[in-house]
């Protein structure tokens, strides 16, 4: 009796954990880029203003803990994608990696929550 072909796409075919962690690890990466142009917008933003905005070194200050700390996860999201899971003895540092990379992204977000609160919306431009 022929069994049948099974290819990538059928729901009976069991799933390649390392194929799914990369690419959720790529997805990861991307909205890490997407959060730092964001940052890098804000920080451009806050240096125009300059020292005369009232929240001038908070707000410089959270945006380069955000910028440093997302750099922290992109490089560490690169390490895990490099690693291939289904090797049992990379199984803990891996998780290891996968659960700080959560906590560090956690922090970016709480940190970018401070920083969208204390944010600056540029100045109307007057006509005269």
Not at 33 to 53: D, H, R, Y
Not at 59 to 66: E, F, G, K, V
């Amino acid at each position: 009796m022929k069994r049948p072909r099974q290819n990538r796409w059928s729901r009976n075919s069991p799933i390649n954990m390392n194929h799914y962690a990369n690419k959720k690890s790529a997805a990861e990466s991307m909205l890490d880029i997407a959060l730092l142009m964001a940052n890098a917008s804000q920080l451009k933003t806050i240096l125009e203003v300059g020292p005369t905005f009232t929240l001038y070194v908070p707000l410089i200050s959270l945006i380069s803990i955000s910028l440093i700390l997302q750099i922290i996860v992109g490089v560490l999201l690169i390490f895990i994608v490099k690693w291939n899971l289904n090797d049992t003895s990379k199984h803990y540092i891996l998780n290891l990696l996968e659960n700080i990379v959560t906590a560090l992204v956690f922090i970016i977000v709480v940190v970018n929550i401070f920083i969208t609160a204390f944010g600056i919306q540029r100045p109307e431009d007057t006509k005269s």
